[in-house]
């Protein structure tokens, strides 16, 4: 495959570092609440919000809301055309940087 059928299928909802971060941090496990992914990933609230919305939009991520105690808390999850699209992503910069 060559170098411009590569760009092709570049992935352009998550290009973005913050998007592809947010999705490696997703796909390793069930679930993120959205304090320790803005924590990890040293971002304002606002800006985490926004990207994840981007996520969301595209069907990467699942926003929930879970009760624990009295807290309610918000928690992202990748779903499997996320994990799916965040693997395609992550090969297709391996090849990249291969050549």
Same mark, same amino acid.
């Given at each position: ?36 992914? %803005?924590?990890?990933? *040293?971002? @304002? &609230?606002?800006?985490?919000?926004? +990207? ?18 009295? %807290?309610?808390?918000? *928690?992202? @999850? &990748?779903?499997?055309?996320?994990? +799916? ?15």
């Amino acid at each position: 495959m060559s170098l411009a059928d590569d760009l092709k299928q570049w992935d352009k909802v998550i290009q973005s570092p913050l998007r592809f971060t947010i999705m490696a941090m997703l796909d390793g496990v069930d679930a993120l609440g959205f304090s320790d992914i %803005r924590a990890a990933s *040293e971002t @304002s &609230a606002p800006t985490l919000s926004k +990207q994840l919305t981007v996520l969301e939009n595209a069907g990467y991520v699942q926003v929930s809301k879970v009760t624990r105690g009295r %807290r309610v808390l918000t *928690e992202m @999850s &990748a779903t499997p055309e996320g994990r +799916q699209a965040y693997r395609r992503q992550l090969e297709l910069l391996r090849r990249i940087a291969s050549r």
